[in-house]
């Protein structure tokens, strides 16, 4: 399986969820993401449409929004992580297109920088997700995901519905 991973807006590239995507994936693509350059979004689709989509983009935060988004114009599976899909501190709109893939949203219950009832409200309320999205996983953690429910999450969601 081809897998992308989009890091958070804090977070640094690479580390340990890359190092086990690594061991599980035949390719691994996450690249160091500077949120606030605006041709970020674009070089990204380029990318995908110069070289092929990925089997699965993952995102964290504001990495989350970006995969969401990404994922839309080529039908590629997503597993987002307290995806910043509002209160954004930069970037306040990516184009979205209409081929969804597998969605699986994690939403962290203690989060405090992406309150999850605004996100299930919005996925619940927004047609967009209403009807594209596979899975919402409420889970007993802060915004930034251990390395131990990463792995959990993607073995027991990804590996069972996506490979």
Do not use: C, Q
Not at 23 to 38: D, G, I, K, L
Not at 79 to 107: C, D, E
């Amino acid at each position: 399986m081809k897998v992308w991973y989009f890091h958070g807006l804090e977070s640094k590239v690479g580390g340990p969820k890359v190092d086990f995507l690594k061991e599980v994936a035949t390719e691994v693509y996450a690249p160091e993401m500077n949120y606030s350059r605006h041709k970020l979004f674009g070089e990204l689709f380029r990318k995908i449409t110069k070289e092929g989509s990925p089997d699965l983009i993952i995102g964290s935060s504001m990495g989350g929004f970006f995969a969401d988004a990404l994922a839309s114009h080529f039908g590629i599976n997503v597993l987002l992580f307290n995806p910043a899909l509002h209160s954004r501190p930069i970037v306040s709109k990516l184009p979205y297109g209409n081929n969804f893939g597998k969605r699986f949203i994690v939403l962290g219950t203690e989060d405090k920088v992406i309150d999850y009832k605004v996100s299930l409200d919005l996925i619940r309320n927004n047609e967009a997700f209403n009807t594209s999205t596979d899975s919402i996983l409420l889970v007993p953690m802060g915004h930034r995901t251990p390395l131990n429910k990463f792995i959990d999450i993607y073995n027991e969601n990804i590996l069972s519905e996506i490979s």
